[in-house]
């Protein structure tokens, strides 16, 4: 544990600017210090940081805080990992609370050793690879041949160990590297008193871990001896396990942070050509089957995943299983198949990365679609092999952790297979039983019973539209808190979101127009008061087969801009901070079309006034038009323009 006046040193040395200027480029706008978000996309600055309170604030994505904690958001660290980070940049040394034991200490100087004789081998490789003549004239012409740049070279730190086979390893020990260290990294393999390199003439792709130390290496022949495996990585020990990194995290985690997404790629120079054509957020599993470790490392950094695949359809079928982890884990997995013949490396170096990203998202699937394209071919008509994939699919649904996802996707694949759902959730329960889980009950598979009178007509009118944002907005954040107050005996009280809507609804004796909605509206209310995992359970197994497709829906949808917003793209990926502004925006849109809705009656109605020369309905239906603009010019004043329903 560190102790607190180290912490506290580290606070006051810290300089919030100087820290945050290591990942943004910062610009001074009066007093404080602008610049682009680094957690998201945009175009105008809002990321602001006030040097004088030493706290930055990106008004794009909601996050705040001081030093420590933008080093742990963007670099997804730890408290201590954080402190650490910052205490090696201003050379503060670290002083911990309890005095480790020996067994500790030793461990602990084995692994630094060992980071640092692989930080030396990599400076050398690199050193080589730029300045030495059978570097240049193999390794160099290697890397330029395949059109990889010097900014790419220098950017993963790629380099070149000499065919003589004791190079490195002499070297490394005339400069007073020990012996014990370098064949424990794996680099120098010490046999019989005799010493040589594991890499020798082999190009050199350094693997950094997180914190940007180089844990391994993967070396690559230049030969075509069948005999030599053509890519070698250093072997497991104290500070590179295989199944634990993926190759390119360190140089993608930003941009897989900035993007929201990480593409899985399979080799070293797959990788290498995606960040240089500008697809940035790649990584690569380093020639393994991709492991459970590999992809919470992902997930700490975003739970969007697309897998891109050439069109090696064995080597398909070899790695689906990864898949099944992916989905385990709880990620969002697509996946892109590359045409005949190509590969990530050949595929982005002939396109540009516009052309690149088109192509992913015209051709992205879920895993669903995926596997039964790669699948249906081997099926054919064969009734037997059609029932194995079938099964095979649902198998992989199972490893869905959430329920409600789990239940869109036997939708989906009862649609493609033309297969009835109470089947696909008998196989379900199956494979949720023998995983320990226990089944799960489908009461909407069964005969449904049915709201009398039910409006399930396209949403096609703007009201319904807006009901179904309404109940959307009910589901996913009805229990957060919108708002707090004071009362007069100063005690503080707290509104939540459905405490907000269903206030302003009532007020206003706003009816919906969408019976199914209405009905959903009218159930809320009796479970407003329970807890979030209460109210989702009652909609998502409520005994009438059409609430819990709607809760299905609009529970399990990722949030993307609704049509009720195409004109506020500030609300992308950010609702959750922005719900002050998105809650009483969409009551105030749903209020002003109910208004606009009547004045348009009102003006059908004195046109027929007009026509019988009814004066006396006109000044009346006329003094309804005019307290209706009233109410409509308050609403606009208290919540904002609103601009979609002009």
């Known amino acids: 544990m560190i102790k607190q006046e180290t912490i506290n040193k580290i606070f006051e040395q810290a300089d919030i600017v100087e820290v945050i200027s290591d990942f943004v480029s910062l610009k001074r706008a009066g007093t404080n210090y602008k610049g682009l978000s680094p957690f998201i996309d945009e175009k105008t600055p809002s990321f602001v940081v006030s040097p004088a309170k030493g706290i930055f604030k990106d008004f794009s994505s909601g996050k705040g805080g001081n030093a420590v904690s933008f080093i742990m958001e963007h670099e997804k660290f730890s408290y201590p990992e954080a402190l650490r980070y910052l ?34 081998a990599g ?55 020990k012996l014990e260290y370098l064949t424990q990294t794996g680099l120098t393999i010490s046999k019989d008193n005799y010493m040589f390199d594991r890499f020798a003439g082999r190009v050199m792709f350094p693997i950094h871990g997180l914190s940007g130390k180089i844990v ?111 989905l385990e884990e709880g990620l969002n997995v697509k996946v892109v198949l590359l045409p005949d013949g190509e590969d990530p490396d050949s595929f982005a170096k002939s396109r540009s990365s516009q052309e690149f990203i088109d192509y992913i998202k015209e051709n992205q699937s879920d895993f669903i679609q995926f596997k039964t394209k790669i ?107 919108f708002e707090e107050y004071t009362d007069e005996t100063n005690q503080t009280l707290q509104t939540t979101v459905s405490d907000f809507i269903i206030a302003e609804i009532e007020a ?56 009720i917003w195409t004109k506020h793209d500030s609300f992308i990926e950010t609702e959750i901070d922005k719900l002050q502004e998105i809650i009483p925006q969409t009551v105030v849109a749903y209020k002003t079309h109910k208004i606009l809705e009547a004045l348009k009656s009102l003006g059908q109605k004195i046109a027929v006034a007009q026509q019988s020369n009814n004066p006396e309905e006109i000044d009346k239906l006329s003094q309804q038009i005019i307290i209706l603009n009233t109410i409509k010019q308050q609403l606009t004043l208290n919540r904002g323009k609103i601009t979609i329903l002009s």
């Open 216 to 326: 391994g290496f993967g070396g690559r022949t230049l030969k075509a001896d069948k005999k030599i495996a053509k890519y070698l990585n250093s072997p497991e020990s104290e500070i590179y396990h295989k199944s634990n990194v993926l190759y390119g995290l360190f140089q993608a985690k930003s941009s897989i942070i900035k993007h929201n997404r990480c593409f899985m790629v399979e080799g070293y120079t797959d990788v290498l050509s995606m960040h240089q054509s500008g697809i940035e957020n790649t990584v690569a599993s380093s020639g393994t089957a991709l492991t459970v470790e590999q992809i919470k490392l992902i997930k700490r950094f975003t739970k969007d995943i697309t897998v891109i695949y050439d069109g090696d359809a064995a080597g398909i079928k070899a790695s689906m299983r990864g898949i099944d982890l992916i």
């Open 87 to 120: 205490a090696k940049k201003y050379n503060i040394d670290i002083e911990e609370q309890e005095e480790a034991s020996a067994e500790e200490i030793q461990k602990r100087n084995i692994r630094e050793s060992l980071l640092i004789v692989n930080e030396f």
């Open 123 to 177: 400076k050398h490789f690199t050193n080589t690879l730029f300045h030495h003549a059978e570097g240049k004239n193999i390794g160099l012409s290697y890397f330029k041949e395949r059109g990889f740049t010097e900014e790419t070279i220098n950017k993963f730190s790629l380099g070149y160990s000499l065919e003589e086979r004791a190079a490195f390893s002499n070297y490394a020990v005339e400069k007073g590297y």
């Open 508 to 563: 206003d004796e706003l009816e919906f127009e969408s019976e199914i909605f209405a009905f959903v509206l009218k159930e809320y209310k009796s479970v407003a008061d329970k807890s979030e995992e209460e109210i989702q359970r009652h909609f998502t197994q409520h005994k009438i087969g059409e609430i819990q497709n709607i809760a299905a829906d609009l529970y399990t949808s990722k949030y993307e801009m609704s049509k």
């Open 375 to 481: 699948l249906i071919d081997d099926s054919k008509n064969d009734p037997v092999k059609r029932a194995q994939m079938i099964t095979d699919i649902i198998r992989s649904i199972s490893f869905i952790p959430d329920s409600i996802t789990r239940s869109i996707y036997i939708k989906e694949c009862s649609a493609m297979m033309d297969m009835g759902e109470p089947t696909l959730y008998t196989e379900l329960n199956k494979y949720l039983s023998a995983k320990g889980g226990g089944t799960q009950q489908y009461t909407n598979y069964q005969q449904p019973r049915t709201i009398t009178p039910v409006n399930l007509k396209p949403l096609n009118s703007k009201s319904e539209l807006l009901e179904k944002e309404i109940i959307r907005l009910l589901f996913k954040y009805g229990t957060e808190i």
